[in-house]
Every structure is written in C-alpha cells, then in structure tokens.
C-alpha cells in the first residue's frame, strides 16, 4: 500500500513526503522530478516547449510506472495529476490518498513565483486554480490533512493518519525530535536482507510520555525499541533489566522486551569503537576530548576508559553533568584519567591543544537542533594528528566537521557508528549473530540517499 500525496503545488507534497519516508523507512518518489529526469528538463520548460497536453501524458505514465510499483513507498504527486480520472482510479487502487490541505494564504505568503510554476503566476492565479481543483482533491483523497501549522506539526499529523492505518508493530525508534533520524531505512534494509518479515519505524515520545511508552511496550505493543535523544538516561529506571555496559555508562539505546519483561542495552559505546577501528583510529593511548554528558558521552566516556585512554576530558553545557559522568567513570575504571568542567570556547580550546581524539556527543549541529556551536575557534587548536567525530550523522557534514576539514583534520561523521550499533542492536532483537561486514554496505546504500547535502 503506497501513500500518495496530492494537494496544490507548494502544499507540502514534497518536503513532508520525503521527510515521511525517511521516518517510516519507505522509498520516496516525486512524480515531477522523475518527469524532470526522463525529459532532461524542468517542468516548465516541458509547458513552454511542447505544451500542457504533452506534460499531460508524461505525467500518466510516471502515475502508471509508480503505483504498479510492487515495493510500497510515498509518493508526491504533481497538482495536476488528479485532472484525469485514469490518475486517480490507479493511485486510489495502489494506495492511500492523503489531500495536503494548505490555505491559498500560506502557499503565496511561502512561495515564490519565479516562473518556474507553470499555471501560476502569482495569488490571484493561485486562488483560482485551488477553486477549481479542490472539488477533485477532495474526492480522490481517503483522508484530508489541513496543513495550516508548522512543519513538525504538519509531519506528526500525517504520520499519525498513516500510522493509524496501518499500526507500526514489530520495531520502531523512540525519541524527541525524532524527524531526524535514518533508523528505519537502516534497519528495513538489514530486515529486507535477511528476510525477516517484521516493520521498523520512528516513534516521537516526548519525556513526559516515555513511562506510558514503556509501559505498552512492556504490554507487547512492540517487540524491541532503539532509544535516541532525550531518553537514553531516562528509560534506565523504568526496565527490568540492563545490560553491565548499559547499567555503567547510565545510558541504554536498545531495548527488547522478553516476556513482558524489558532488557536495556547500550550498542552505542561497541558502535563507536567499530567506527573508529575502521577509521584506523581507537581509543587506546589517545588523549580524547569528549564534548556532552547525555546518554551517548556517557557510553563514549566508559568505552574509552575501559579501552586504555591516556587521558580523557568531559565537557559540558551543564558542568554538574559533565562531573557526575566522570566521577561514574573513575567508579568503573578507577585507573582512568577522567577531568570534567563547563564547555565553554576557553575551556575547549585549552583541552584541544593535546587532544588526539575530539568527539561532539550534544546535539548541536543536528538538521532538527534549534542551536549549533556558536564558536568553533577552538578547532584551530587541535593538533594535525587529531581527528574530529562528530555524533551527528544529519547532516552528514556538520559546521565542526567542515571547520576541522578546512583545517585539514581528520573526521567522522556519526553515520558508521549509526550503522553500527544498528547490526548490534538488530542481533539483539532478532537473538543471532549477524555477518555485520556483509551487511554494512547494504546499510550504507539504504541510508545515503536520504543524507542531507
């Protein structure tokens, strides 16, 4: 069962249609880029050249070509693709319509009339091209989302309306934002290669509703769960179990329920270290600098302590944290040499200086983060040697890693580790050992097309 999407041009058809995709780990296909691609021209340059009845017939065979398509997936149509009956009857048999509802208002307050709209050249051609198409919309769609919010507003309905359609079951990712994230195309490709026959997709639980989470979850809702930001701290007191790793860095990213019971696991610390020894890179011998105190510093902290770091600095936006993580540290590897302070540009700049090993485990710089580093001054003071991960894989290049790029350091993105602790956590779930390396390309393929530029 595909998801079509139909509405006005500048409805949100293909910005929430991939978004979407990405969060219920579907493919995405935007009828007028595939039109655009075969033509080797932009849509309007196909009405100016050879005319609308032509674009016309383009347009029904990309309709044709995308709901036979046996894999399901979302699919943003042009908004003329409900002008012919024939469009319809095959998307309305293929899939589930959703009419994106945007007032006219806020489609001509948001988009811009550069000639690139073939049938519109500004509000009042806007305004009557929606008084002649909505009767068609509405008739179509199954379902009508009012798009009048903001984006994240808009993404959580649709993926709402789809989800209760269709209940998620199986697996899914937990977190608050969640719109980020490219779990569910990562483990639907592990899933897929394997041929293990169960759904994985992304659930946004906001911290106030993570007991009532776990509780279904405890009841059989689902089978197992990754966990991401705010909650890797969180959920530890609220499972039945946890692994040692998991119980020693405070933080759990996997959880499988046996039973009726709750397991927590944390694959991030093993994920990282993988990542890293790929790289040619590790934790032994190396000076690291660790930036955050959540959930994930705390599995990188620990791992690195455990592996041999000749020294190891946390800091944070919230020193208290920064201190609690280490003296947790020093209580499971009493022999490590773990400092903790405020991360401020002084104090970074001043760590940097001897660091091998720079690792950013706060969100700032995530695509769905309201802030970023406002100063990055102190990548200058990095060592040639250093090299710079960034646990952020969206986007794929961060402002630190561009900043310590143009330094000419070393970097890593947070994709392999994402990869990684995904196969760890999929052996968890699925109870066996995986062949990781043959399934890392396919993990790699599965996501890549999703990152950001």
Not at 21 to 50: H, K, S, T
């Amino acid at each position: 069962m595909h998801i079509v999407l139909i509405g006005l041009s500048g409805s949100g058809k293909s910005s929430l249609g991939r978004r979407a995709a990405q969060m219920l780990g579907l493919p995405f296909a935007d009828l007028d880029e595939r039109i655009e691609q075969e033509a080797g021209l932009r849509v309007r340059e196909i009405f100016d050249r050879y005319g609308e009845a032509d674009f016309r017939e383009r347009e029904a065979r990309a309709v044709r070509a995308a709901s036979s398509s046996p894999i399901s997936g979302v699919i943003a149509t042009g908004g003329g693709a409900v002008l012919r009956p024939e469009n319809v009857r095959l998307l309305r048999e293929a899939g589930f319509l959703v009419f994106l509802d945007r007032p006219v208002a806020h489609i001509a307050r948001h988009v811009a009339y550069d000639g690139s709209r073939p049938l519109v050249s500004g509000a009042r051609d806007l305004e009557a091209l929606a008084a002649r198409r909505r009767p068609l919309y509405e008739a179509a769609a199954h379902a009508t989302l009012r798009n009048d919010a903001g984006f994240d507003e808009a993404l959580a309905a649709l993926l709402a309306l789809v989800r209760t359609r269709n209940p998620p079951g199986g697996y899914a990712v937990v977190g608050d934002p969640i719109a980020h994230t490219l779990s569910p195309l990562l483990h639907r490709a592990v899933f897929g290669a394997l041929g293990v026959a169960e759904d994985y997709t992304a659930l946004q639980v906001p911290r106030g509703a993570l007991a009532d989470f776990t509780s279904g979850l405890r009841a059989g809702k689902l089978k197992g769960c990754n966990v991401t930001i705010p909650h890797k701290r969180d959920i530890l007191p609220l499972l039945d179990e946890a692994e040692e790793e998991a119980r020693l860095c405070g933080a759990v990213n996997t959880v499988v329920a046996r039973g009726g019971r709750l397991c927590g696991y944390n694959t991030d610390m093993e994920g990282l270290l993988t990542a890293l020894r790929a790289a040619g890179r590790g934790y032994r011998g190396a000076a690291v600098l660790l930036l955050g105190a959540g959930g994930a510093a705390g599995g990188v902290a620990l791992k690195a302590a455990r592996e041999g770091a000749r020294g190891i600095v946390i800091l944070a936006r919230r020193p208290q944290r920064a201190e609690a993580l280490a003296a947790a540290v020093r209580a499971a590897a009493p022999a490590a040499p773990v400092r903790a302070g405020a991360l401020t540009p002084e104090t970074v700049a001043a760590a940097a200086r001897t660091a091998d090993l720079l690792v950013n485990a706060t969100p700032l710089g995530m695509c769905s983060a309201a802030a970023d580093f406002d100063d990055l001054s102190f990548v200058d003071a990095l060592p040639p040697r250093a090299l710079v991960c960034d646990l952020v894989y969206n986007p794929p290049r961060t402002r630190l890693l561009r900043a310590a790029e143009a330094r000419g350091l070393a970097v890593q993105n947070g994709l392999d580790m994402l990869i990684y602790q995904a196969l760890l956590a999929d052996e968890l779930f699925l109870g066996r050992a995986l062949d990781k390396a043959a399934l890392y390309p396919i993990a790699r393929r599965a996501v890549a097309d999703m990152q950001s530029p």
